[in-house]
């Protein structure tokens, strides 16, 4: 071979791997040059809790595997798994001890692999879940970490002596009450730990973990992942000079001092990480959502990153924060995720935070208001990532005795804090002891609302909550202007009803959502949107009386919901 020919192939071969990375990272799925994150539908599943297959009492993979057919006619299209790694359970696998195996309450890595291949013959890609912060102390990393001040690994964790004996290094508080620095007499100094004593913090200031993480990301993807949720990525960094927190007025829930935690949360170093793990996750065609706890819409739009290369997907929770029906307050929110710019993530519940059904629910219309809550997530524009069982109305089970209570937090904050027992509890797939999730007693009870709140149920009856996910979810799938719509806010005046279009080239979806508990009629003049002589056709209602004669008399039950498609 010529030099100059040798030299013109490599240039060749340089601008195709080129052209290959590049379109690793923005294989679009549709016209609108979207990618496939942004038109899926995610699923969060709490795997001791969702189905289980061996009788234990605790869900498992092959149990998530087995309702995969009705995940798919749901209208799910990625599940995000929560920790299903080796793990103590100190906080229920999100103290993980081995980042590349299962454990075996869950089944084995060759579970997992055939969960993965039916997962892709459902088209339903898995999100797993990185608890990228922090491990179990029971990590052969922590183990070799503790064993002396000099051991390989110690500085992969964040050691430090005390300011005098028996006073820890500065006044930082665990999110799960006390100090956040633990004592190990072996080598005389303190660990740090945001959470439990059983989570020890990584230190990514060392380039060996931030290496050994980023081969956790490529062992998944190997295996067939699409991408990860990335746990408590605020407090990846802390100030290395451990300045103490300033201390606020007050205490929290745990009965610990209330504290600005200006040097272990969110420190600027976060950012500079995540483009790195971006840079991996592209390489993969893979999503990166976050657990990102913003409170302003500043920090939430750092997430994304300047040019796009930081998380995909920031959850916004800052819309959980709205803890009532208020259209005032969603559309305020709205308006907030829509101007950072970038594509925005809905989230209304959680393993974390008591269940939407008890939250946004008066106790009498419940089912009306999650329906509600359905119609309004699910047809902004952005990505929802739902909650198991959501789609039922399942509703929060909290404990009411000490002893019964499993979650760490529960156990430290009793009675104040009840902890996150109650919104973890079993999915209710039927009528049948256990609501059908295992034959064996569940590792947490199931509320007695399983009788009327079931899957095998609510199939049967065409007024259930989970009858509306599905009509919503199969809509949503279909319509070009809820994919690929912008989102413009309607009748803002109007504190009652939240009503908003998702316009699309010459059509549009109308959604209106009666959020009191009173009925209403609105009127909506459309020419400034450009849509002056539209025609309506209803598409979704949850309105008895059919609330649509034309735009100009839109009448709605307490709390419906009414769809519509509005084209010139
Ligand atoms: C995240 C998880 C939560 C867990 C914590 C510590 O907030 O969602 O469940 O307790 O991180 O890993």
């Given amino acids: 071979m010529s030099q100059k020919f040798h030299h013109a192939a490599s240039l060749l071969a340089i601008v195709f791997l080129a052209l290959s990375f590049s379109q690793a990272q923005t294989r679009p799925v549709d016209a609108e040059g979207h990618q496939w994150w942004q038109d899926a539908v995610f699923y969060e599943i709490y795997p001791r809790s969702f189905a289980d297959s061996n009788g234990d009492g605790i869900g498992d993979l092959n149990g998530i595997a087995s309702k995969l057919d009705y995940l798919k006619d749901l209208g799910v299209d990625a599940i995000w798994i929560s920790p299903c790694y080796p793990s103590p359970q100190v906080d229920f696998g999100y103290d993980v001890s081995d980042y590349e195996d299962i454990d075996p309450m869950y089944g084995t890595l060759k579970d997992f692999q055939n969960l993965a291949n039916d997962a892709k013959q459902h088209n339903i890609r ?24 000099t051991s390989a690994h110690r500085d992969w964790y964040i050691w430090r002596d005390g300011k005098a004996p028996g006073v820890p290094p500065n006044n930082w508080i665990s999110g799960f009450g006390g100090s956040a620095w633990q004592f190990d007499a072996k080598t005389g100094q303190y660990y740090y730990h945001y959470f439990a004593v059983g989570q020890p913090d ?4 060392n380039p060996a973990v931030e290496k050994a993480m980023f081969d956790v990301t490529r062992f998944w993807y190997e295996r067939g992942v699409s991408g990860f949720r990335l746990d408590a990525v605020d407090l990846l960094f802390e100030d290395p000079n451990l300045h103490d927190n300033p201390v606020l007025p007050g205490k929290n829930e745990l009965g610990d001092p209330n504290m600005e935690n200006k040097y272990n949360d969110k420190l600027p170093e976060v950012h500079t990480e995540l483009k790195k793990l971006r840079k991996v996750a592209d390489e993969h065609d893979a999503v990166l959502i976050g657990e990102t706890y913003t409170s302003n819409r500043d920090e939430l739009k750092e997430y994304y990153g300047d040019h796009n290369d930081e998380i995909q997907l920031p959850m916004d929770f800052m819309f959980c924060t709205v803890n009532k029906l208020s259209a005032n307050d969603f559309r305020a929110q709205i308006a907030n995720a829509e101007s950072t710019g970038g594509w925005p993530v809905y989230v209304i519940s959680n393993h974390d935070m008591p269940r939407s059904y008890d939250r946004y629910g008066d106790g009498k219309h419940n089912d009306q208001i999650a329906k509600l809550m359905a119609g309004m997530y699910l047809t902004l524009r952005g990505t929802p990532v739902m909650y198991y069982g959501e789609e039922l109305g399942m509703e929060n089970n909290d404990p009411v005795r000490k002893e019964d209570v499993r979650d760490p937090i529960g156990i430290a904050g009793w009675p104040e ?5 109650g919104e973890r509890t079993p999915m209710q797939w039927n009528d049948s002891p256990n609501a059908g999730f295992s034959a064996a007693k569940p590792w947490l009870p199931v509320p007695s609302s399983y009788h009327t709140h079931n899957v095998a149920g609510e199939l049967q009856q065409p007024e259930s909550v989970l009858q509306f996910y599905k009509h919503l979810l199969a809509l949503r799938h279909q319509d070009a202007a809820l994919l690929n719509g912008d989102y413009v806010a309607l009748n803002q005046n109007n504190s009652n009803v939240l009503s908003y279009l998702r316009r699309y080239k010459n059509e549009a979806v109308l959604v209106v959502l009666n959020m009191s508990a009173i009925p209403q009629t609105i009127s909506f003049n459309l020419s400034g949107e450009g849509f002056s002589q539209a025609k309506v056709a209803t598409l979704l209602t949850t309105s008895t009386s059919q609330p649509i004669g034309s735009l100009e008399h839109v009448a709605l039950d307490p709390f419906a919901v009414y769809i519509a498609r509005v084209s010139r």
């Fill in 126 to 149: 898995i999100i797993m879940d990185f608890v990228l912060n922090h491990t179990s102390p029971q990590h052969k990393w922590f183990i070799d970490s503790a064993s002396s001040r």
């Fill in 202 to 205: 990584l230190n990514w200031r």
């Fill in 417 to 421: 804090e009840k902890g996150r027992d």
